[in-house]
């Protein structure tokens, strides 16, 4: 199979870490690279996360197609990853799905973000030797895709859950696909947690210094993230956490610019791994649990695996 990953500028600034060669017009795409039985590019639109939220739905969408059906018909692509926002603005990834000129597959790359995730939330309390069972969790976004997953593995566990979003009727939905002790709250209610996940599709950062209890543990899974670097600089007692990246084997040169040469995105890992699997399936919308747990075995068979926690791609002693 023949794979790319779509995704987007977060700033304007991020061009600069973009090879010249990869910038064509209104997109990006690198040469294709090579990766044992498959080959995979990197692409995206030359949109920033903010220019993509001031755009209407059906402009956005109709440039996104543009690429999706200029990477199939001219550069053989026949399995996609959506990334960031380009998972948000497709209701993820069904709108792809439903439009006839593709004919190839989907994936938002997300059940394996979810459950990397979970494995770092329980990694981090490990190292810091706290129980779940005495802890209060705040997930921000979730009813999202990747909110959802986490609340349905970790809420169970926790002593008490704060789930965040901004529409109640979402939020209601949720609870009702859920175990354990919890609240719902379209406020940005974080500032007692222990543990706070953050999964948006926000387009700047969400939490500030006041959002966070002090010797609080953020897990970030949102790209841009909720956690931004200088919120993380004013409060040097918490402790942040990527919470979408995994160790990126050798075998598998497939770098992405501003991450270290160690570390890939824990969603392009599952396109690469799906690749492999030659799986022709779609995997959008909600996150099925048991295709979750299969791409964790897939992660250990190929070596995407959580070996160290990071904190914007540097290794936390």
Same mark, same amino acid.
């Given at each position: 199979?023949?794979?790319?990953?779509?995704?987007?500028?977060?700033?304007?600034?991020?061009?600069?870490?973009?090879?010249?060669?990869?910038?064509?017009?209104?997109?990006?795409?690198?040469?294709?690279?090579?990766?044992?039985?498959?080959?995979?590019?990197?692409?995206?639109?030359?949109?920033?996360?903010?220019?993509?939220?001031?755009?209407?739905?059906?402009?956005?969408?109709?440039?996104?197609?543009?690429?999706?059906?200029?990477?199939?018909?001219?550069?053989?692509?026949?399995?996609?990853?959506?990334?960031?926002?380009?998972?948000?603005?497709?209701?993820?990834?069904?709108?792809?799905?439903?439009?006839?000129?593709?004919?190839?597959?989907?994936?938002?790359?997300?059940?394996?973000?979810?459950?990397?995730?979970?494995?770092?939330?329980? +990694?981090?309390?490990?190292? $810091?030797?706290?129980? !779940?069972? #005495?802890?209060?969790?705040?997930?921000?976004? %979730?009813?999202? *895709?990747?909110?959802?997953?986490?609340?349905?593995?970790?809420?169970?566990?926790?002593?008490?859950?704060?789930?965040?979003?901004?529409?109640?009727?979402?939020?209601?939905?949720?609870?009702?696909?859920?175990?354990?002790?919890?609240?719902?709250?379209?406020?940005?209610?974080?500032?007692?947690?222990?543990?706070?996940?953050?999964?948006?599709?926000?387009?700047?950062?969400?939490?500030?210094?006041?959002?966070?209890?002090?010797?609080?543990?953020?897990?970030?899974?949102?790209?841009?993230?909720?956690?931004?670097?200088?919120?993380?600089?004013?409060?040097?007692?918490?402790?942040?956490?990527?919470?979408?990246?995994?160790?990126?084997? +050798?075998?598998?040169?497939? $770098?992405?610019?501003? !991450?270290? #040469?160690?570390?890939?995105?824990?969603?392009? %890992?599952?396109? *690469?791994?799906?690749?492999?699997?030659?799986?022709?399936?779609?995997?959008?919308?909600?996150?099925?649990?048991?295709?979750?747990?299969?791409?964790?075995?897939?992660?250990?068979?190929?070596?995407?695996?959580?070996?160290?926690?990071?904190?914007?791609?540097?290794?936390?002693?």
């Amino acid at each position: 199979m023949k794979f790319a990953t779509i995704g987007h500028l977060m700033i304007e600034s991020d061009i600069q870490q973009i090879p010249r060669d990869w910038i064509h017009n209104n997109w990006i795409y690198s040469p294709e690279i090579n990766l044992d039985r498959i080959k995979g590019r990197i692409t995206g639109l030359k949109l920033t996360a903010e220019q993509i939220m001031k755009q209407s739905l059906e402009e956005i969408r109709k440039r996104l197609l543009e690429l999706i059906l200029f990477l199939q018909n001219e550069l053989d692509i026949n399995l996609i990853q959506l990334g960031a926002l380009t998972t948000s603005v497709t209701d993820g990834g069904v709108w792809v799905t439903k439009q006839k000129e593709y004919t190839g597959f989907v994936n938002h790359g997300d059940s394996y973000t979810a459950a990397i995730t979970c494995q770092a939330t329980i +990694k981090t309390l490990e190292v $810091r030797k706290k129980n !779940l069972s #005495d802890l209060t969790l705040s997930i921000v976004g %979730a009813y999202g *895709i990747i909110g959802e997953a986490v609340s349905k593995i970790l809420v169970p566990q926790f002593s008490h859950s704060v789930l965040v979003g901004r529409r109640e009727n979402k939020l209601k939905e949720l609870q009702n696909k859920l175990d354990g002790d919890f609240e719902i709250t379209t406020d940005l209610k974080t500032k007692t947690a222990d543990v706070i996940i953050t999964a948006t599709s926000h387009p700047t950062a969400l939490l500030t210094s006041e959002n966070v209890k002090k010797n609080a543990i953020i897990i970030d899974v949102s790209q841009p993230p909720n956690f931004s670097y200088p919120v993380w600089r004013q409060r040097p007692d918490s402790l942040r956490i990527d919470g979408g990246l995994v160790h990126l084997p +050798k075998q598998f040169p497939f $770098r992405v610019p501003s !991450l270290p #040469d160690d570390k890939i995105f824990s969603c392009v %890992a599952e396109i *690469i791994m799906q690749a492999m699997e030659n799986e022709r399936k779609n995997h959008v919308g909600s996150i099925d649990m048991n295709h979750l747990k299969k791409t964790e075995t897939w992660g250990y068979k190929y070596g995407f695996t959580l070996n160290q926690l990071t904190n914007f791609g540097k290794t936390i002693d």
